[in-house]
């Protein structure tokens, strides 16, 4: 009797707690657990009661879904669920950012540089590099720098100083230089001193050229930065005559007074700034 008993729960009880136990665990995968306890336990106790009927619908009605191995507990995990309902772990692993090999930079190919310019040198006529300062060839300079008047002595026929100009307006000069260039230009002029005008001569003074010019009255000793001095002789001759013929009487009677010849600041300032050429 009791084996008869034993047979028959073997034979209909068993496979029904199979098909309970396998709903069971299923829902716990499927995160059913988390939701509501009481609907595993019913889904437990259909499958249990009426097992064919009962997988049929808890299939049909149970979260759709892939599962996974959880990647801490190695249980299987509904693909959808956040979080493994077993340990708490994030159900799938963080996958490392992808990552692209970075190219290697490419070679920038720089563009060849211009062949240089080249002139023929003024003196010797042979080729040579427009930003060259000298020819190697015959070692003169390419350039010559435009020669300028920088400062402007003012005196009279026999040398005495009315006024001394210059361009720029505030002299950078030393003040011991202008002292020793203009006894220099005293000297010279009292040593070559004559009786009548118009003669233009030149002094070097240090790196300074110095060109002198007499009228019949006044002496004007520019002082020219360069090398090209020879356009000054012209305009230098050309003011004094300016001055000489404007005031005459003015310079013939004059008796020493500074202030009694300040109108013709005007005339130097003029050959200073080149309006003599």
Known sequence: MIEAILTICLVFLFPNLVLAIWTYFDCVNRGAAEKSA?????????????????????????????????ATCKRKV???????????????????????????????????????????CPHCAKKVEEEWKSCPHCGKKLRVERAIIDEVFLMSRDGRLIKHFTRRLKPDVDQDILSGMLTAVQDFVKDSFRGEGGELDQMKFGRFQVLIGRGRFITIAAVVIGEEIEPFRPQISKAIDEIEDDYEVLLRDWKGDVGELNVLSRYINDLIDGRYT
């Open 78 to 120: 509904l693909k959808t669920l956040p979080k493994c309902p077993h340990c708490d772990a994030s159900a799938t692993p963080q996958q490392p950012p992808r990552t692209y090999p970075i190219p290697a930079p490419q070679p920038v190919l720089q563009p060849a540089p211009p062949p240089p310019k080249t002139i023929n």
């Open 38 to 70: 009481l609907r595993v336990a019913l889904w437990f106790i259909v499958v249990w009661a009426i097992p064919l009927l009962g997988i049929i619908i808890y299939i049909a009605f149970r979260p759709k879904g892939k599962l996974l191995t959880c």
